[in-house]
């Protein structure tokens, strides 16, 4: 849009000679022309706009209004529902979201706005979260397992675990994300790891098990639904295998700038035949946290056993952030085939040999790091 802000008063300066008139004169003319362009290229936009952008907000500025953003909904959906509600044009907004590139991040969620309100505004309360206290707020936590989560849930809203392994055992329940076939040593339970989104999500009051879950697989394929899956043949792996490398991430980066370069590492071993060796994955197929990962767990008869197997484990094994998910689909290209912890920060070492790697973990053991 165009702002147009007040002319301020200035002294009117003493005029040219006439020798400065002659030298003025073709700058006066190319000032006209540039002036001039300008108002054409600015009528034109205003044109396009009156033309292209729909109706105008035609409520009276500064009117409470609640306006309900429900999990899974597009950065259209939620535009057009802003727009209804008279708080901001729709084209406004998604202009917002596109030049930032946030579509992914927008939170569902009941929000307490105004009439006529700033899209960046706008746009800047859709990604802090919605308002507190509008119905029933859960959470799933980032890395859980769908066994962890199911109990935070019951937990939460007071339902028995039961009814939410019923609703996704039984098939009331359904993601395009979730293998058609069982892999080997997969339950029906078991099946729905990584595809519940990690996130705090604002529910009805009296939603059901099956309405909750329903909402948290609808906010998993919206998320994933914003990768760019391009890579997908060049990494030779399908986009559910992408979301176990994502589940791997997820458990094993302690910074954003790490998790690149960590899917990295997971698809060179991947490609070049050698084992994972993933702690954490070691721990899914423990059941529990040892605490320390030692070599005696490193046994255990387990498809997630990464020392055991060759390449992926059957399912993810947790949940995933939109980062690691991003990750995993656009790995950074290197050669490194190690990494390790070597800061407090949570930040990691990577190696091309294992004759560096056992250097840096020699180092992080001096620095007091690593135990």
């Known amino acids: 849009h165009i702002s147009i802000a007040r002319t301020s008063t200035v ?50 500025p500064g009117l409470p209004v609640t306006v309900e953003v429900s999990a899974g909904s597009s950065a259209g959906d939620i535009a057009a529902a802003m727009e209804e509600a008279g708080v901001v044009l729709a084209r406004d907004l998604q202009s917002a979201v596109a030049e930032l590139g946030v579509a992914s991040q927008l939170q569902a969620g009941t929000y307490y706005l105004e009439t006529v309100m700033a899209p960046e505004f ?84 009296g939603s059901t098990p099956a309405e909750m879950l329903a909402v948290m697989v609808a906010e998993t394929e919206r998320r994933v639904a914003t990768v760019d899956w391009s890579r997908l ?61 030692l070599a005696e767990h490193l046994e255990i008869d387990s498809p997630w056993n990464p020392y055991r197997i060759d390449g992926l484990p059957p399912t993810p094994i947790g949940t995933s952030q939109i980062e690691s998910i991003a990750a995993a689909a656009d790995p950074t290209d290197s050669e490194y085939l190690f990494y390790v912890l070597v800061s407090p920060d949570g930040s990691h070492g990577f190696s091309r040999t294992y004759e560096e790697h056992q250097e840096k973990i020699a180092q992080a053991r001096a620095d ?4």
Do not use: C, H
């Open 11 to 60: 002294t009117e300066p003493a005029a040219p000679n006439e020798t400065e008139q002659r030298r003025m004169k073709p700058w006066f003319v190319v000032a006209v022309a540039v002036v001039a362009v300008i108002l054409l290229v600015l009528a034109a936009r205003f044109l396009a706009a009156a033309v292209a952008g729909g109706p105008s907000l035609n409520v009276e």
């Open 122 to 205: 706008v746009l800047q309360r859709l990604l802090t979260g919605p308002d507190e206290g509008t119905g029933s707020s859960i959470i799933v936590y980032e890395g859980d397992d769908i066994r962890r989560i199911l109990d935070g849930l019951a937990e939460q809203t007071g339902y028995p675990v039961a009814d939410f392994e019923a609703a996704l055992t039984s098939g009331v329940v359904t993601s395009s994300l979730a293998p058609v076939e069982l892999p080997t040593g997969v339950d029906e339970l078991t099946r729905w790891e990584g595809l519940l989104y990690p996130a705090r999500y604002e529910m009805p009051e």
């Open 233 to 293: 043949r060049e990494l030779g792996v399908t986009k559910y295998e992408a979301l176990i490398v994502a589940s791997l991430i997820q458990r094993e980066a302690g910074t954003d700038d790490d998790r690149p370069l960590i899917a990295s590492v997971i698809y060179n071993r991947l490609s070049q035949g050698i084992p994972l060796q993933i702690d954490a994955t070691v721990v899914y197929a423990l059941g529990e946290s040892p605490g320390r990962v």
């Open 368 to 371: 007091g790091v690593l135990p």
